[in-house]
């Protein structure tokens, strides 16, 4: 690998940003990277764990000879930062951002931004349940998905410079429209995210009634969602806040389903499951082909067989 | 380990007998083991595979001398069994299930025992997407839960030994009365499944329009739905069907539930969601806690990485 940027600065120091900083270094993809966090407790953090080369106390510090800024805060407070940077970015400098959604990050950030400055938004598909400055580390990101969505300020040569820095990272690259990315989104991620907090909040709930019997028992199915259901409260408000039409369509067809199964049950149309759930069992065979996970049994126990 | 029962008979010889096959040879927990299957293709591949010390073509040969039956059928199918085994058992024997619900199976199952025959219910709490005769494996049960549902007919001998049977199984056994059991199993499998069930019915549907998409970016969070969904349509139609009221009440407070969070998104109520995922966030620490699964961060990886 050699460098691809000369200064990179990573702004927010959470998971995405501290396994960005982490990748780079394993592929040696930049002379310098900087980080800035608004949180005093985050910057402490970061310098005594080693995170960035610098850790600065002030935003324009870490921006202001960067080449390379990458915009990892949650969705809501992108337009905030661009607009605290936006005059002190150096001429022919890429800014990039990580978040989950692309048109109302695109409408916040572009404005912000001056002209001779590439702006490639960017969303690696690639997290755990785990978030902050430690929670980092350099293989998040192989053999994952980034989604490029180049903005009109996009030069040719700024996205495939881009394409070639999260191909070091370790990811597998692919260009897509913004309000495509945001509907697909919708589907494999935003609303099962939504689902997953729902049935879990119905649990805890439960949890008076039974006990710890929830969460004794719930290697039965519930587990995978409480995994899903811990992903950081931040990022996936403004997920929601910020992708609304899309998740709110996909809602919608989600609940006309879910009463035509319901109304299945309770009719004992046993039929109409028996078809159902023979129609779903197909996709998961759709998703071992295209290589997105093994057909290794695994429902509930890889976790603790580690 | 030493034989619990002389003759255990195995009927219907999918992952959970074929795992319970596997498990007792590794303990040594019984002197031979009797499996049957109503289809002739499980049966030659049960002998094929060396699945059970016998493969009988005949229910009854099956379970006519043996001292341990265990019942492991899907749930709508375990009434008519019983009704064929009931008048060839042996005295003293007893008679256990596997079935994910415990009302209606023993609402079918005992009225069909003959006196003198001990009804000992029981749900091993483990599993994964795959079924059929070659699905099955001895580690399946290790450190998972069994739930014994002990009948009135079960003497508290009979179930004395089961509970060593399944603990040579490798699991850890509990007891449960039986409108509990269906209950707390609504919360934590049925409901998730039907739900997880019902978003891969809607990314299905969706994948016509957007083609591949769906199964490429399906590691977001939709993956895991998917591995939920594949499991075995004929045990779930089952399974829904038997657990009708509980499921139904489950899914009641969940859809309350998302129109609450729908609502949230629709009016921009930040605070709300912001909130809401906090919560739920919590829960995951006592499952951590309880032991039924591992802090490593996981979240859509570890798949790849074995």
Request: charged fraction near 25%; glycine fraction near 8%.
């Given at each position: 690998m050699s460098v691809i940027y000369n200064r990179v600065a990573l702004i927010g120091l959470g998971l995405i940003a501290s396994s960005m900083f982490w990748a780079t270094k394993r592929g040696g993809l930049a002379g310098h990277v900087t980080g800035y966090a608004r949180s005093q407790d985050t910057r402490d953090t970061a310098r005594r764990i080693g995170l960035c080369d610098e850790v600065c106390d002030n935003l324009i510090d870490a921006v202001k000879d960067a080449d390379l800024i990458v915009l990892a805060v949650p969705v809501g407070a992108m337009g905030a930062v661009a607009a605290e940077i936006g005059p002190h970015l150096k001429p022919g400098a890429t800014v990039t951002d990580v978040g989950s959604v692309k048109r109302t990050v695109i409408d916040a950030v572009a404005p912000h931004l001056p002209e001779g400055v590439h702006f490639v938004p960017a969303h690696p598909l690639a997290g755990t349940e785990h978030s902050g400055p430690?929670?980092?580390?350099?293989?998040?990101?192989?053999?994952r998905w980034c989604l490029l969505v180049p903005?009109?300020?996009?030069t040719a040569e700024s996205v495939a410079q881009l394409r070639v820095y999260w191909e070091g990272l370790g990811a597998n690259v692919e260009e897509m429209d913004a309000d495509h990315h945001d509907l697909v989104l919708a589907v494999t991620s935003h609303t099962p995210h939504l689902i997953a907090y729902t049935m879990v909040g119905v649990a805890d709930d439960l949890r008076r009634v039974t006990d710890s019997e929830v969460i004794k028992y719930?290697?039965?199915?519930f587990r995978d969602f409480t995994r899903i259901a811990a992903s950081d409260p931040t990022m996936w408000r403004d997920v929601f806040l910020n992708n609304k039409e899309a998740t709110l369509e996909i809602l919608g067809r989600f609940t006309e389903e879910l009463f035509a199964l319901q109304r299945a049950i309770r009719t004992g149309d046993g039929d109409m499951l028996h078809d159902y759930f023979t129609r779903t069992r197909s996709i998961r065979r759709g998703i071992i082909e295209a290589g997105q996970?093994?057909?290794?049994?695994d429902f509930g126990r890889s976790k603790l067989e580690k």
């Amino acid at each position: 690998m050699s460098v691809i940027y000369n200064r990179v600065a990573l702004i927010g120091l959470g998971l995405i940003a501290s396994s960005m900083f982490w990748a780079t270094k394993r592929g040696g993809l930049a002379g310098h990277v900087t980080g800035y966090a608004r949180s005093q407790d985050t910057r402490d953090t970061a310098r005594r764990i080693g995170l960035c080369d610098e850790v600065c106390d002030n935003l324009i510090d870490a921006v202001k000879d960067a080449d390379l800024i990458v915009l990892a805060v949650p969705v809501g407070a992108m337009g905030a930062v661009a607009a605290e940077i936006g005059p002190h970015l150096k001429p022919g400098a890429t800014v990039t951002d990580v978040g989950s959604v692309k048109r109302t990050v695109i409408d916040a950030v572009a404005p912000h931004l001056p002209e001779g400055v590439h702006f490639v938004p960017a969303h690696p598909l690639a997290g755990t349940e785990h978030s902050g400055p430690e929670s980092g580390f350099a293989t998040l990101f192989d053999n994952r998905w980034c989604l490029l969505v180049p903005h009109e300020s996009s030069t040719a040569e700024s996205v495939a410079q881009l394409r070639v820095y999260w191909e070091g990272l370790g990811a597998n690259v692919e260009e897509m429209d913004a309000d495509h990315h945001d509907l697909v989104l919708a589907v494999t991620s935003h609303t099962p995210h939504l689902i997953a907090y729902t049935m879990v909040g119905v649990a805890d709930d439960l949890r008076r009634v039974t006990d710890s019997e929830v969460i004794k028992y719930s290697a039965a199915g519930f587990r995978d969602f409480t995994r899903i259901a811990a992903s950081d409260p931040t990022m996936w408000r403004d997920v929601f806040l910020n992708n609304k039409e899309a998740t709110l369509e996909i809602l919608g067809r989600f609940t006309e389903e879910l009463f035509a199964l319901q109304r299945a049950i309770r009719t004992g149309d046993g039929d109409m499951l028996h078809d159902y759930f023979t129609r779903t069992r197909s996709i998961r065979r759709g998703i071992i082909e295209a290589g997105q996970d093994t057909d290794a049994p695994d429902f509930g126990r890889s976790k603790l067989e580690k």
